[in-house]
Each structure stands twice: as structure tokens, then as C-alpha cells.
């Protein structure tokens, strides 16, 4: 599941660096130094730990006028900081799907600053998909999803952008998908 946290998206930047300069320099070894795995472990551990905790959402943790939809919800494979934008984050899919409402996954911080969800068609055009506020997470609730029907039906998605207002606190986003339409 990818997840973005504004407060780790400096490292996949400086292991590239690093990288890089291991290349350049033919200087570094096999095996990256002991701190650079530990770093790495400790994001792995911290993935798995919120795969877990969003699996286990309770009900009351979703908000949106999709919350209960039956259906198929396809998440997406793969997740990148929007390039130029550091609150956007980018979730695509390996082909387009044609789906009726979208659903993410935010800690408070970060519902309480959603900004808009945009969707991208198989063609790269982004329209706006929702913009909303929401009143804040419910009492309990260390994470939401916000599952939400496209505004003006239903439409061919092959990305999701989501943008969130900058605030100094720790902003979560994660766990996007779509759900597919009949």
C-alpha cells in the first residue's frame, strides 16, 4: 500500500544521492551503511504497521457519501510526490478504470487540510474529482478514509492527485483506490 508522510519524503531523495555518489565514486560496497538499512527497515516496519491499522478501521472511521457503496474497490499500484508540489501525491494505476467514487486514507492532520482529490484519464487530463471539507475525524479514530463519489459521475481514472493545504504537523496520505463501476 503506498503511503506518503511529508515527514519521510526526503529519503528516497538522499538514497539516490547516496547512491549516486557510490556510482561516481566506486566507493561505497555491496551492501548500504548499517544506518541507511536501519532507516530503510524502520520505514518497511512503519508500512506494515499502518497496512494493519487501516485494515482494522472501524466503520465509523470512513466518512464520505460512499462509505458503504458495494462493489469492487481497486487500490492503486503505484505512489509519487507530484513533481513541483510538495503537498500533492500522485497514486496511479497500471491501466485506466472506468470507476464511480474514490477512497483514501488520511490521518487527522491531514483530513483536516484536504484540499481537493483530482483524477487523471488514460489521455493525462486532470479534472477536479472533489473538493471538500471535512469536520475532522471522528472521536477514536487515529485514521480516516474518505470514500467519496466523482462529483460528476463516473469517469475513466488512471491516477488520483491529492492535494492537502500545507500545516506544519505530520500529514499522512496513503491507501487510495477506486471503486470500479458495474
Not at 55 to 77: F, I, K, S, V, Y
Amino acid at each position: 500500500m503506498p503511503v506518503f508522510s511529508l515527514r519521510a519524503r526526503a529519503i528516497p531523495s538522499i538514497l539516490l544521492a547516496f547512491g549516486g555518489t557510490c556510482a561516481a565514486l566506486s566507493a561505497c560496497g555491496q551492501k548500504p551503511p548499517a544506518d541507511i538499512r536501519k532507516t530503510i527497515e524502520d520505514a518497511r516496519r512503519e508500512n506494515e504497521a499502518l497496512t494493519a491499522k487501516l485494515a482494522a478501521l472501524p466503520a465509523q472511521c470512513t466518512l464520505g457519501d460512499a462509505r458503504g457503496a458495494a462493489g469492487q474497490w481497486l487500490a492503486t499500484t503505484n505512489a509519487a510526490p507530484a513533481p513541483g508540489q510538495p503537498y500533492a501525491f500522485v497514486f496511479t494505476f497500471k491501466e485506466s478504470v472506468r470507476a464511480g467514487a474514490f477512497r483514501i486514507a488520511l490521518n487527522p492532520q491531514a483530513l483536516q487540510h484536504l484540499d481537493k482529490v483530482e483524477s487523471r484519464d488514460a489521455q493525462g487530463t486532470w479534472s477536479v474529482a472533489w473538493t471538500g471539507a471535512q469536520a475532522g475525524a471522528p472521536a477514536g479514530c487515529e485514521f480516516v478514509k474518505v470514500a467519496q463519489k466523482f462529483a460528476s459521475g463516473e469517469r475513466d481514472v488512471a491516477a488520483l492527485r491529492i492535494t492537502i493545504r500545507p500545516d506544519k504537523e505530520r500529514i499522512m496520505v496513503g491507501d487510495a483506490a477506486v471503486l470500479k463501476a458495474d
